[in-house]
T-cell receptor, first 110, second 117 residues
Framework: DAKTTQPPSMDCAEGRAANLPCNHS???????VYWYRQIHSQGPQYIIH???NNETNEMASLIITEDRKSSTLILPHATLRDTAVYYC???????????FGAGTILRVKS | DAGVTQSPTHLIKTRGQQVTLRCSPI?????VSWYQQVLGQGPQFIFQ???????GRGNFPDRFSARQFPNYSSELNVNALLLGDSALYLC????????????????FGEGSRLTVL
């Protein structure tokens, strides 16, 4: 299973962009990068995923480096409700085995 | 549309007892997976079921078992409970092809919090 490395915690001011980095240097060519977040005591919530190209949806943007060894999740205008644990996951195209690491605790402060 | 629903939301058991947790996937989702999340850690994969068959298993003892019903709902059973089984048990459903190729994200329920005393 490809592993990911994330900083244990980050702080962000409300209204500013939150940039969450992730290293996945052992990612295989057909594996996707997925981001989930988990707000206290709730189930993980899907945010975004990508293979090679940068992706954007209503929640966030995902920037994947050209060599695919790292990526950055961007929350463009963080709010207090974005305070959560953010998980970066490398997912093969088959099966539902997601390997969660410890994630990054993002604290958005007013 | 209803999301993934799990029951019960909370339960307390004693060591040695058995527990059954239930999950209803999103309508149209045929694949169900179970995860265990111990306090302070990320979720760990236990099982994946598709079309009533086990299609993946994590590193968990045989005390853990599951099944999927014709309506694609699922049950997770844990026998001979240990204190270390105290955790949030998460169910997730997804769209998936017959070759188990993913077609989208995994949707998680809110979980069943099990406390073993």
């Amino acid at each position: 299973d490809a592993k990911t490395t994330q900083p244990p915690s980050m702080d962000c001011a409300e209204g500013r962009a939150a940039n969450l980095p992730c290293n996945h240097s052992t990612i295989s060519g057909n594996e996707y990068v997925y981001w989930y977040r988990q707000i206290h005591s709730q189930g993980p919530q899907y945010i975004i995923h990508g293979l090679k190209n940068n992706e954007t949806n209503e929640m966030a943007s995902l920037i994947i480096t050209e060599d695919r060894k790292s990526s950055t999740l961007i929350l463009p205008h963080a709010t207090l409700r974005d305070t959560a644990v953010y998980y970066c996951i490398v997912r093969p195209p088959w099966g539902n085995k997601l390997v969660f690491g410890a994630g990054t605790i993002l604290r958005v402060k007013s | 549309d209803a999301g993934v629903t799990q029951s019960p939301t909370h339960l307390i058991k004693t060591r040695g007892q058995q527990v059954t947790l239930r999950c209803s996937p999103i309508s149209g989702h045929k694949s169900v997976s179970w995860y265990q999340q111990v306090l302070g850690q990320g979720p760990q994969f236990i099982f994946q079921y598709y079309e009533k068959e086990e299609r993946g298993r994590g590193n968990f003892p045989d005390r853990f078992s599951a099944r999927q019903f014709p309506n694609y709902s699922s049950e997770l059973n844990v026998n001979a409970l240990l204190l270390g089984d105290s955790a949030l048990y998460l169910c997730a459903s997804s769209l998936i092809t017959r070759t188990l190729q993913n077609t989208g994200e995994l949707f998680f329920g809110e979980g069943s919090r099990l406390t073993v005393l």
